[in-house]
């Protein structure tokens, strides 16, 4: 079957770097997508990965190794408004998205 | 863990026909569902929210009457694109929500693909 694997909840402290794990097993891959989620909002693209490496945006990065099925989103100079839920979601050969069950990330002072 | 489903995956049809989505909670009841577009490597763009057994609320923009939702169980939630036409191609996804609470865990469609040609 395929799945996705990230941590269910993740604390950090303000000013500091966090990374969120995700994990994959596909029918196949075309791409896959970090979203940030606040409670009440619709999901907010942050990054899209195809090819192995890092990929740095401001403050997060995105990295990829297909090979491993791994990937992270790293986020630096944490602030208290990137208290959230972050979605890794991969997309398969059939370009359906298969999504992870997201990571609580609570920041704290 | 909980697994919503889309039926079809992908769909092409003419303009001016009408193309209806289904979104399943397959081990769950979904008291709230949520439909989305998706615009390539964009974010989610939220169309509306449907609770069971009660009319949808639509985002501004959204026309409730050419994107036809229903809500009709605990397990299922259907879009109908009326009227298609081409601009109306892209990515539909739906999510469900077994609680009311905004910080209940939404859990995510794999995707349904609209072409109108």
């Known amino acids: 079957g395929q799945n996705i694997d990230q941590p269910t909840e993740m604390t950090a402290t303000e000013g500091a770097i966090v990374q969120i794990n995700c994990t994959y097993q596909t029918s196949g891959f075309n791409g896959l997508f970090w979203y940030q989620q606040h409670a009440g909002e619709a999901p907010t693209f942050l990054s899209y990965n195809v090819l192995d490496g890092l990929e740095e945006k401001g403050r997060f990065s995105s990295f990829l190794s297909r090979s491993k099925g791994y990937s992270y989103l790293l986020l630096k100079e944490l602030q208290m408004k990137d208290s959230a839920s972050y979605l890794c979601a991969v997309m398969d050969s059939n370009y359906q998205l298969i999504w992870g069950a997201g990571t609580k990330l609570i920041i704290k002072p | 863990g909980a697994v919503v489903s889309q039926h079809p995956s992908w769909v092409i049809c003419k303009s001016g026909t009408s193309v209806k989505i289904e979104c399943r909670s397959l081990?769950?009841?979904?008291?709230?569902m949520f439909w989305y577009r998706q615009f390539p490597k964009q974010s989610l763009m939220l169309m509306a929210t449907s609770n069971e057994g009660s009319k949808a609320t639509y985002e501004q923009g959204v026309e409730k009457d050419k994107f036809l939702i229903n809500h009709a169980s605990l397990t299922l939630s259907t879009l109908t694109v009326t009227s298609a036409h081409p601009e109306d191609s892209s990515f539909y996804i739906c999510?469900?929500?077994?609680?009311?609470?905004?910080?209940?865990?939404?859990?995510f469609g794999p995707g349904t693909r609209l072409t109108v040609l």
């Open positions: 999510s469900a929500r077994e609680g009311l609470a905004d910080t209940d865990t939404q859990y």
């Open positions: 081990d769950f009841q979904a008291t709230t």
